[in-house]
């Protein structure tokens, strides 16, 4: 079992930057592939990125390939979700996700795959 509670929303301007912060209770959070996902009003829960346990392997969605960044720390059991360039368009309820995992090389990304899940944390870009 691991609970998720994200933190680092808010609102920010086009272009500008914000760092999402995970942080995981349990022991085994090194036993954990991670991922961000978020949902606008209206439309479906997507992913963003995944990290396997040890970090050593991401994934990304295309919409955000070269301007979000997925990091952690399991020393912290925190999961990061470094955010640049920000769009209008980034606009969305931000949730973190974890999923038992002992592969070092592959990353989940379907919402399915998920089993453990935060609140959410608000982000919005205004134009």
């Known amino acids: 079992q691991v609970q998720l509670v994200e933190s680092g929303g808010g609102l920010v301007q086009a272009g500008g930057s914000l760092r999402l912060s995970c942080a995981a209770s349990?022991?085994?959070?090194?036993?954990?592939?991670m991922g961000w996902f978020r949902q606008a009003p209206g439309l479906e829960r997507e992913v963003v990125a995944g990290?396997?346990?040890?970090?050593?392997?991401?994934e990304y969605a295309d919409s955000v390939k070269g301007r979000f960044t997925i990091s952690r720390d399991n020393a912290k059991n925190t999961v990061y979700l470094q955010m640049n360039s920000l769009k209008p368009e980034d606009t969305a309820a931000y949730y973190c996700?974890?999923?038992?995992?002992?592969?070092?090389?592959?990353?989940?990304?379907?919402?399915?795959?998920?089993?453990?899940w935060g609140q959410g944390t608000q982000v919005t870009v205004s134009s």
């Open positions: 990290i396997t346990w040890s970090g050593g392997r991401t």
């Open positions: 349990g022991r085994t959070f090194g036993r954990y592939c």
């Open positions: 996700a974890a999923r038992t995992s002992y592969s070092s090389t592959y990353v989940y990304t379907a919402r399915s795959d998920y089993n453990y």
